[in-house]
């Protein structure tokens, strides 16, 4: 069978949810019925594999679900197979692999362009069908805490946690999303100039240990050095260390568990 679907990546993400799918065309004969978008959420996948045990992902990040309709003759409807074929075989195209294929949901995933796709289809046999995918990524962190409230943190607990500090995936560049924190956490260390800290990277557990033990004080240093620059605080003051996943606050069995053990915490020394 031919492969009628080819990967569309110029679509932008900011474009309508109901516009094409940033990964893939339109089968002949079928129309966009509706959308599902989010800027995060978590998919969970469920299947019964060929020895009899029941496997479950659950994956989170960037959500898109689009809903198709068959428009042609009924009696010319493609069949699952054909629609689960022409998906496989564009996403194998692209060095994706299948993860399971019942009669009516397959499951895909796929890399590229450094993002990790997920993607479950589902039909009924009408030819009408659903393509939902998540792109992994953590969830962007609007709430930060302000000065006042890491004064709380480190004077209840000796430290206070921050996950509106964000870099690009195994980087150690500042993303410039992460300034309000950091302004924060700046307010903070000139209304208590008395106080001196660590400044800690933490990472989750995928990848090598040394090497994220590396990035992750990279990280730690990139802050460091950022409030050094930006906000002209003392270098006497501050130390950074990254410890890798030695300090989990979460199992690291999950996307959301591993979310929650990457961060940077301020430790009083």
Same mark, same amino acid.
Request: charge should be negative; aromatic fraction near 12%; proline fraction near 3%.
């Given at each position: 069978? @031919?492969?009628?679907?080819?990967?569309?990546?110029?679509?932008?993400?900011?474009?309508?949810?109901?516009?094409?799918?940033?990964? *893939?065309?339109?089968?002949? /004969?079928?129309?966009?019925?509706?959308?599902?978008?989010?800027?995060?959420?978590?998919?969970?996948?469920?299947?019964?594999?060929?020895?009899?045990?029941?496997?479950?992902?659950? %994956?989170?990040?960037?959500?898109? +679900?689009?809903?198709?309709? *068959?428009?042609?003759?009924?009696?010319? &409807?493609?069949?699952?197979?054909?629609?689960?074929?022409?998906?496989?075989?564009?996403?194998?195209?692209?060095?994706?692999?299948?993860?399971?294929? @019942?009669?009516?949901?397959?499951?895909?995933?796929?890399?590229?362009?450094?993002?990790?796709?997920?993607?479950?289809?589902?039909?009924?046999?009408?030819?009408?069908?659903?393509?939902?995918?998540?792109?992994?990524?953590?969830?962007?962190?609007?709430?930060?805490?302000?000065?006042?409230?890491?004064? %709380?943190?480190?004077?209840?607990?000796?430290?206070?946690?921050? =996950?509106?500090?964000?870099?690009?995936?195994?980087?150690?560049?500042? +993303? #410039?999303?992460?300034?309000?924190?950091?302004?924060?956490?700046?307010?903070?260390?000139?209304? /208590?100039?008395?106080?001196?800290?660590?400044?800690?990277?933490?990472?989750?557990?995928?990848?090598?240990?040394?090497?994220?033990?590396?990035?992750?004080?990279?990280?730690?240093?990139?802050?460091?050095? =950022?409030?050094?620059?930006?906000?002209?605080?003392?270098?006497? &003051?501050?130390?950074? =260390?990254?410890?890798? @996943?030695?300090? #989990?606050?979460?199992?690291?069995?999950?996307?959301?568990?591993?979310? +929650?053990? &990457?961060?940077?915490?301020?430790?009083?020394?």
């Amino acid at each position: 069978m @031919s492969i009628l679907l080819t990967f569309s990546f110029q679509v932008s993400f900011s474009q309508s949810p109901c516009n094409p799918h940033p990964l *893939f065309n339109i089968l002949p /004969n079928h129309s966009i019925s509706g959308c599902e978008e989010k800027e995060y959420d978590k998919m969970r996948m469920e299947f019964t594999d060929k020895d009899g045990t029941w496997i479950q992902y659950e %994956k989170a990040g960037y959500f898109l +679900k689009t809903y198709y309709s *068959f428009d042609g003759d009924w009696e010319k &409807r493609p069949s699952n197979a054909m629609i689960f074929q022409n998906y496989i075989q564009a996403v194998a195209s692209k060095g994706g692999t299948v993860i399971n294929e @019942s009669k009516s949901v397959v499951l895909l995933t796929l890399k590229s362009g450094g993002d990790t796709w997920w993607i479950q289809i589902q039909s009924d046999q009408s030819g009408t069908f659903s393509v939902s995918t998540v792109k992994e990524e953590s969830m962007h962190q609007y709430i930060v805490l302000s000065a006042e409230d890491i004064a %709380k943190e480190m004077k209840a607990n000796g430290k206070a946690t921050f =996950y509106g500090i964000f870099f690009d995936t195994d980087k150690s560049d500042i +993303k #410039p999303e992460s300034k309000e924190t950091l302004e924060q956490m700046a307010n903070y260390l000139k209304s /208590n100039a008395q106080v001196n800290v660590f400044i800690v990277g933490h990472t989750d557990n995928t990848g090598a240990f040394e090497h994220n033990q590396q990035l992750s004080e990279k990280r730690a240093e990139a802050v460091v050095n =950022y409030l050094i620059e930006n906000y002209q605080i003392a270098a006497n &003051r501050l130390k950074g =260390y990254g410890v890798s @996943s030695l300090s #989990p606050v979460s199992a690291n069995t999950s996307e959301e568990g591993k979310s +929650k053990n &990457r961060r940077v915490e301020m430790v009083l020394k």
